[in-house]
């Protein structure tokens, strides 16, 4: 499976080399791009530097007046005609983003898929709000005689990914971009960079020169630099929080649009009213496992009333067991190896420190003899009990398959913990009852609470997503995305220049009592 896998993919995608205004610049450093299956090299990243990241925002604002300009339905074909050429190669895109971030193969194919989605969402949506709104004659347009409101598209937009879902967590601003017609410039992680630069490749060859750039290049050079450049009227970012910080700072000194999706560390709450069903253990172990817990809004800590305490902990513990734990392309396989190095070891310290404080913790799952135990950076999905509520498991990110599960007594004590923490993504409440989970739900600091579900599908397009206090600043899905890379421009047009607006009469009688004083 691995070996066709690796048979189909195209050798020009092993190295992913920036692209500028449609030329491949020379770079002379490049790293190598590991599977984390294996330890074994998947292709190489030439590295972009900060005069390829000048060149390309500089493309990028030479190519938006006539991208933007272009009428909206030819835009939008040839943004689809962009869109149907990925679509021929999406499984192949969809096996190297396995191979360079670990996820089993559906999940990186919902990776490419639901992208390919998204951008097609967003032209249908740019084509239905094409007119701009009209706001005419309603409440507080005073004596306007038409009043309406577009989106109009800001000019470059600097985009810098995340490794754990590369395609689809930019595509949240790519796809709005073009859509809108605004221009892009791409920075994906040094850590899985292949699969996003091939698509972006891909696609640029259906658009104008200097509509897509892409600059890999190191985050801390190249993301800081397109941060703080003037020329970047937008930038998005998928990542940590503390980068988070870093990049809004960068980009205050020339006041740009900024949205950032950062950690999370969602709670989900189990309450007493909650009947402990299979199918509330299924979604829970979804929600906390997906991915290998790195979603930025996985599950990342339970707590649950002491009366279902030992239910919840038995039942799911003996669903985790379940949890085949593999290479990205074994078919038997639920979840793969951790994608990075530095989360694995992060992942072994916290077990640790949680050992060591005497928490229980309980390595689950079976090992497909496709895991490479020793070479990869394979976790078993855990679940850790008897842990402190303020353990740094259960208040930071973790970002691995492992699952800290606190008791609580009073839902007052429930929301307390809850709220406790910096991020405030999403989170859950689980029970039938759903007067009483709302009634919780109402009071947890989050982007979405959801009711009985916590995972990719519950989070709908008609609801933005995003994430409150540290977790983030903006919403995505639909026009929440689309308002990241536009900027609103109200047309407010009055009939003809007469008499119409407050105050003009006084104006008026400065034109008819004093006659024009000769200028000196
Ligand atoms: P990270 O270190 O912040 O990296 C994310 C991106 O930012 C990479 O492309 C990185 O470049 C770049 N970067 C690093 N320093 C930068 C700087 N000073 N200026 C500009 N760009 C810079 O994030 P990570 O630790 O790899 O990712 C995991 C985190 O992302 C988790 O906390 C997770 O919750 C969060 N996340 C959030 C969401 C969401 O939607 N809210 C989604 C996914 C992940 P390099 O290529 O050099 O690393
Ligand atoms: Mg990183």
Redesign the pocket.
């Given at each position: 499976m691995t070996n066709d896998a690796h048979a189909r993919l195209r050798d020009e995608w092993r190295l992913a080399a920036p692209l500028i205004d449609g030329f491949t610049p020379e770079v002379t450093e490049t790293l190598v791009v590991t599977n984390p299956a294996t330890g074994a090299q998947v292709g190489r990243v030439a590295l972009a530097d900060v005069r390829h990241a000048d060149e390309a925002v500089a493309a990028a604002v030479r190519a938006f007046p006539g991208w933007r300009d272009i009428p909206t339905t030819e835009r939008g074909a040839m943004v689809l005609a962009a869109v149907d050429a990925v679509e021929a190669i999406a499984d192949e895109l969809a096996a190297l983003i396995s191979l360079e971030v670990g996820k089993v193969l559906h999940e990186a194919q919902g990776d490419v898929r639901g992208s390919l989605a998204m951008v097609r969402g967003m032209v249908q949506l740019v084509a239905e709000l094409e007119a701009g709104e009209d706001r005419t004659g309603l409440p507080g347009t005073g004596q306007a005689s038409f009043v309406r409101l577009r989106h109009v598209p800001v000019g470059a937009v600097a985009v810098?990914?995340?490794?754990?879902?590369p395609i689809f967590?930019t595509f949240n601003a790519i796809a709005p971009a073009l859509a809108a017609g605004a221009t892009l410039v791409v920075?994906?992680?040094?850590?899985a960079p292949l699969a996003l630069t091939a698509m972006l490749r891909a696609m640029a060859e259906h658009l104008p020169d200097g509509v897509i750039n892409v600059v890999p290049g190191?985050?801390?050079v190249v993301?800081?630099h397109l941060?703080e450049h003037p020329d970047v009227r937008a930038v998005s970012?998928?990542?940590?929080?503390?980068?988070g910080r870093?990049?809004a700072a960068?980009a205050a000194a020339n006041i740009k649009k900024v949205a950032l999706?950062?950690?999370?560390n969602d709670p989900a709450v189990v309450l007493e009213s909650a009947e402990i069903t299979d199918s509330l253990i299924a979604e829970l172990v979804a929600g906390c496992f997906a991915m290998t817990g790195q979603i930025?809004?996985n599950i990342k800590r339970i707590y649950v009333h002491r009366s279902r305490h030992d239910e919840l902990v038995e039942k799911l513990s003996a669903a985790v067991s379940r949890i085949v734990v593999g290479d990205a392309f074994d078919p038997d396989a639920h979840i793969g190896p951790l994608a990075t190095r530095d989360g694995y070891d992060n992942a072994l310290r916290l077990l640790d420190e949680a050992r060591a404080a005497g928490a229980v913790v309980r390595e689950l799952g079976i090992r497909a003899d496709s895991a490479d135990w020793t070479a990869g950076n394979y976790i078993a999905p855990t679940v850790v009990t008897g842990i402190a509520a303020d353990h740094e498991l259960v208040l930071d990110?973790q970002?691995a398959p492992i699952i800290p599960i606190v008791p609580f007594d009073t839902d007052e004590e429930a929301i307390v913990e809850a709220n406790r923490t910096e991020f405030g993504?999403a989170s859950s409440i689980w029970s039938q009852d759903l007067r009483h989970a709302e009634a919780v739900a109402r009071r947890i600091e989050a982007g979405n609470t959801f009711i009985n579900a916590h995972r990719l599908g519950a989070s709908v397009p008609l609801v933005p997503f995003g994430?409150v206090k540290q977790?983030?600043l903006g919403r995505t899905h639909l026009l929440y995305s689309l308002e990241h890379v536009t900027d609103e421009h109200g047309i407010v047009g009055f009939s003809h220049p007469a008499a119409q607006l407050p105050g003009i009469t006084r104006w008026q009688t400065v034109l008819a009592d004093h006659p024009a004083k000769e200028n000196v």
């Amino acid at each position: 499976m691995t070996n066709d896998a690796h048979a189909r993919l195209r050798d020009e995608w092993r190295l992913a080399a920036p692209l500028i205004d449609g030329f491949t610049p020379e770079v002379t450093e490049t790293l190598v791009v590991t599977n984390p299956a294996t330890g074994a090299q998947v292709g190489r990243v030439a590295l972009a530097d900060v005069r390829h990241a000048d060149e390309a925002v500089a493309a990028a604002v030479r190519a938006f007046p006539g991208w933007r300009d272009i009428p909206t339905t030819e835009r939008g074909a040839m943004v689809l005609a962009a869109v149907d050429a990925v679509e021929a190669i999406a499984d192949e895109l969809a096996a190297l983003i396995s191979l360079e971030v670990g996820k089993v193969l559906h999940e990186a194919q919902g990776d490419v898929r639901g992208s390919l989605a998204m951008v097609r969402g967003m032209v249908q949506l740019v084509a239905e709000l094409e007119a701009g709104e009209d706001r005419t004659g309603l409440p507080g347009t005073g004596q306007a005689s038409f009043v309406r409101l577009r989106h109009v598209p800001v000019g470059a937009v600097a985009v810098i990914g995340p490794w754990n879902t590369p395609i689809f967590l930019t595509f949240n601003a790519i796809a709005p971009a073009l859509a809108a017609g605004a221009t892009l410039v791409v920075k994906p992680a040094v850590e899985a960079p292949l699969a996003l630069t091939a698509m972006l490749r891909a696609m640029a060859e259906h658009l104008p020169d200097g509509v897509i750039n892409v600059v890999p290049g190191r985050g801390s050079v190249v993301g800081q630099h397109l941060a703080e450049h003037p020329d970047v009227r937008a930038v998005s970012f998928t990542g940590s929080t503390g980068t988070g910080r870093r990049i809004a700072a960068a980009a205050a000194a020339n006041i740009k649009k900024v949205a950032l999706e950062l950690g999370g560390n969602d709670p989900a709450v189990v309450l007493e009213s909650a009947e402990i069903t299979d199918s509330l253990i299924a979604e829970l172990v979804a929600g906390c496992f997906a991915m290998t817990g790195q979603i930025c809004f996985n599950i990342k800590r339970i707590y649950v009333h002491r009366s279902r305490h030992d239910e919840l902990v038995e039942k799911l513990s003996a669903a985790v067991s379940r949890i085949v734990v593999g290479d990205a392309f074994d078919p038997d396989a639920h979840i793969g190896p951790l994608a990075t190095r530095d989360g694995y070891d992060n992942a072994l310290r916290l077990l640790d420190e949680a050992r060591a404080a005497g928490a229980v913790v309980r390595e689950l799952g079976i090992r497909a003899d496709s895991a490479d135990w020793t070479a990869g950076n394979y976790i078993a999905p855990t679940v850790v009990t008897g842990i402190a509520a303020d353990h740094e498991l259960v208040l930071d990110e973790q970002f691995a398959p492992i699952i800290p599960i606190v008791p609580f007594d009073t839902d007052e004590e429930a929301i307390v913990e809850a709220n406790r923490t910096e991020f405030g993504l999403a989170s859950s409440i689980w029970s039938q009852d759903l007067r009483h989970a709302e009634a919780v739900a109402r009071r947890i600091e989050a982007g979405n609470t959801f009711i009985n579900a916590h995972r990719l599908g519950a989070s709908v397009p008609l609801v933005p997503f995003g994430g409150v206090k540290q977790s983030g600043l903006g919403r995505t899905h639909l026009l929440y995305s689309l308002e990241h890379v536009t900027d609103e421009h109200g047309i407010v047009g009055f009939s003809h220049p007469a008499a119409q607006l407050p105050g003009i009469t006084r104006w008026q009688t400065v034109l008819a009592d004093h006659p024009a004083k000769e200028n000196v």
